[in-house]
């Protein structure tokens, strides 16, 4: 390795320990300018180190660590989602059901089932404390282990958190590098997701689980590759029960079990038993928290996604602006619905008349799903994006790298007081992505369906 080299390597591991450590500890999220420049910077030095060839697989690994471990000590200052993380862990721990009830309830009564109650409350935020908990039950059992650690230390309850997301990464890099091994794949590709700002500062800095959901959902994809259906299964389990997502994708993955048996009666045997155990498996995960008002209160709060939250759309903002030029008013009670309707019926087309035999192609329509499904909806946070950014790198497509970069500019809505966003930045932020994923389809001459 050069003198050169060395230096430079030394220079972005410098500079982005300065950006990460000036993240996590001094940013204020309402400084759009001083975040994205923060944004910027660090995804420069992402580039440069992935692009040096001289960096080793190991190197790499050392650097995905160190970047992460800078945010262990921090409170997230991105997203207070975390607060009522702390409050369904502790309310557990109490003995409490926390999809039975609402935290403003206990408050505005003046109780205090938890510790740190009033606090936890005040910072959640009213969407958080005023709607019931959607967090599926394996989900609840990580805001447990938190609670069970530090029963009444907010702090000590982020590292917990915080450790659980850093070691669900650690599974993510093992399976997947494993994964694309066996695909034939770089390996080094990893560490666009783990060596990314976004996966970085959105998982680890701010505490959101999907990573937790990608390690149950990679390593089972990897096990359905090596034909251990059946542990494979337990897995994918696993996975929906920390986010929901991937019940969505259950079709796909029995297909693809269906398309690698010899015979029709084999393919039906391990498909149906593929699908009965993950099923089975998540109503046994919900039965300890099982009561008459669980069915309603949990869709009514999923729900509430399709029906009432706007956040960082696209095509749905679109219409959206079509329905008031129209009509005069938002029509969400109805556009609300068209992300489930065109998504499944993209799900429908490929269950129905497309092949899925190989592993590529299942994770090439998984992602396809996702995006149809993103694209419609009317809600897109920024760590929604952790899912097809980790398939993508198993496929040919990198606009999702793009999506990552681009997809700060939704914060600019948490500089304005109050709460407002700037639409010109998301038209921005979507041509950008649609303009890079046209250039993908067409240079590269992917099929997107290819039989």
């Known amino acids: 390795m050069s003198i050169l080299t060395k230096y430079k390597t030394l220079f972005v591991t410098i500079g982005s320990i300065f950006c990460y450590f000036y993240f996590a500890y001094f940013l204020d999220r309402t400084n759009f300018y001083s975040l994205l420049i923060l944004w910027i910077l660090l995804f420069s030095f992402f580039y440069i180190l992935i692009k040096d060839k001289q960096n080793t697989y190991s190197n790499l690994v050392g650097f995905a660590i160190l970047f992460r471990?800078?945010?262990?000590?921090?409170?997230?200052?991105?997203?207070?989602?975390?607060?009522?993380?702390?409050?369904?862990?502790?309310?557990?721990?109490?003995?409490?059901?926390?999809?039975?009830?609402?935290?403003?309830?206990?408050?505005?009564?003046?109780?205090?089932?938890?510790?740190d109650a009033n606090l936890l409350y005040d910072n959640m935020g009213e969407l958080n404390g005023s709607h019931y908990t959607n967090y599926p039950p394996l989900n609840q059992l990580s805001f447990l282990i938190a609670a069970l650690v530090a029963k009444s230390n907010i702090f000590f309850s982020i590292i917990v958190l915080r450790m659980q997301i850093i070691f669900a990464d650690l599974g993510i890099l093992y399976f997947g590098k494993k994964l694309l091994e066996n695909l034939n794949l770089n390996k080094k590709a990893i560490f666009l997701y783990m060596l990314n700002p976004f996966i970085i500062v959105e998982m680890t800095?701010?505490?959101?689980?999907?990573?937790?959901?990608?390690?149950?959902?990679?390593?089972?994809?990897?096990?359905?590759?090596?034909?251990?259906?059946?542990?494979?299964?337990?897995?994918?389990?696993?996975?929906?029960?920390?986010?929901?997502?991937?019940?969505?994708?259950?079709?796909?993955?029995?297909k693809f079990i269906f398309n690698r048996e010899k015979t029709f009666s084999q393919s039906f045997r391990k498909a149906f038993k593929f699908i009965a155990i993950v099923l089975l498996?998540?109503?046994?995960?919900?039965?300890?928290?099982?009561?008459?008002?669980?069915?309603?209160?949990?869709?009514?709060?999923?729900?509430?996604?399709?029906?009432?939250?706007?956040?960082?759309?696209?095509?749905?903002?679109?219409?959206?602006?079509?329905?008031?030029?129209?009509?005069?008013?938002?029509?969400?009670?109805?556009?609300?619905?068209?992300s489930i309707v065109v998504t499944l019926l993209y799900l429908c087309y490929v269950f129905f008349f497309k092949k899925i035999e190989d592993l590529k192609k299942l994770i090439l329509v998984i992602l396809i799903l996702i995006c149809v499904y993103y694209f419609t909806s009317t809600t897109i946070h920024p760590w929604y994006l952790a899912t097809p950014l980790l398939l993508s790198i198993f496929t040919r497509f990198r606009f999702i790298l793009i999506w990552s970069f681009t997809i700060i500019l939704s914060y600019n809505a948490y500089a304005n007081n109050p709460w407002q966003e700037n639409l010109l930045l998301t038209t921005i932020e979507y041509l950008v992505v649609f303009g890079f994923l046209f250039y993908e389809i067409k240079y590269n001459k992917l099929k997107l369906l290819k039989t």
């Open 281 to 338: 498996l998540n109503l046994l995960f919900f039965l300890p928290f099982y009561s008459s008002e669980l069915i309603n209160n949990y869709t009514n709060s999923v729900g509430l996604w399709f029906r009432k939250f706007e956040f960082n759309a696209s095509f749905y903002y679109l219409f959206r602006e079509i329905g008031y030029l129209f009509r005069g008013y938002n029509e969400i009670w109805i556009l609300g619905k068209l």
């Open 69 to 115: 471990v800078i945010f262990l000590f921090t409170t997230p200052n991105l997203s207070q989602d975390f607060y009522r993380f702390i409050w369904d862990g502790r309310m557990l721990l109490e003995g409490f059901n926390p999809y039975l009830s609402l935290p403003e309830t206990f408050i505005n009564n003046g109780l205090k089932p938890i510790s």
């Open 205 to 254: 800095g701010n505490l959101h689980f999907e990573p937790v959901m990608l390690f149950f959902f990679i390593s089972g994809i990897y096990l359905l590759q090596q034909q251990k259906w059946l542990f494979a299964s337990l897995l994918i389990a696993c996975s929906i029960s920390v986010k929901l997502l991937p019940l969505l994708l259950l079709p796909f993955l029995i």
